[in-house]
């Protein structure tokens, strides 16, 4: 199947709740545009000059997502554009968020990023860390930030349990934190690997690349 048959057979099978982000990173701007003619929206890279790039090139009414590990000296340029953060994971990369939002006159949305993987090269806080951040004083300091849900990648493995074990775990401290920030609305978990088990786990967004644009280039 093409691109455009790809995203029209998601839509069809997702969860009207569930939204979904098409990982666009290592491809063209022509591939993301039969995405976009198909009727996607919502897309995410991993490195911010390359996403600044094709924002610059293609309509203004996209919204794009940062889902990769965010280097706090490049945020001003995904600053007057970028939708949503998804892996935010300390209290000095909010802050900086915050600055260069403040400078464009916006206000970014921001997913914590919480560690559930067992791989070392997952990044991402720890519960305890998360919850002292959302009930910190300096956070409420931060007008041009909004923390709107958590973000987790679970372990990479053919071991299905554990995946399913992976994405419970970061419901159930979604759910808790929810009960005292209630604007926390998205739990972000599930990729082309693993999105059907974490929908099925309450997964209400879901970051799909190969799937939709076939495999990625790695050439990074």
């Given at each position: 199947?093409?691109?455009?048959?790809?995203?029209?057979?998601?839509y069809s099978e997702l969860p009207q709740n569930v939204t979904l982000v098409a990982v666009s990173k290592t491809k063209p701007v022509s591939d993301l545009?039969?995405?976009y003619n198909a009727g996607q929206r919502i897309f995410g890279e991993n490195k911010i000059q390359e996403m600044a790039g094709k924002w610059q090139e293609m309509p203004k009414d996209i919204q794009w997502h940062m889902i990769g590990h965010v280097q706090r000296n490049k945020v001003k340029y995904m600053a007057p554009f970028v939708s949503l953060v998804h892996a935010v994971d300390s209290l000095k990369l909010l802050k900086e968020i915050n600055k260069e939002a403040k400078k464009n006159d916006r206000t970014i949305n921001c997913l914590l990023q919480i560690k559930i993987a067992e791989e070392d090269s997952k990044f991402g806080m720890d519960e305890a860390d998360a919850a002292d951040l959302l009930a910190s004083e300096e956070i409420k300091k931060f007008q041009n930030i909004k923390i709107v849900g958590l973000m987790g990648m679970a372990t990479f493995t053919d071991d299905e349990e554990q995946v399913k074990s992976e994405f419970q775990h970061l419901k159930q401290i979604y759910d808790k934190f929810k009960t005292k920030n209630p604007d926390l609305n998205i739990l972000s978990m599930g990729m082309s690997g693993d999105y059907k088990i974490a929908i099925e786990n309450g997964?209400?967004?879901v970051r799909v690349g190969s799937a939709i644009f076939g495999e990625r280039n790695y050439n990074e």
């Open positions: 199947m093409n691109i455009s048959e790809n995203i029209k057979e998601f545009m039969e995405a997964s209400n967004m």
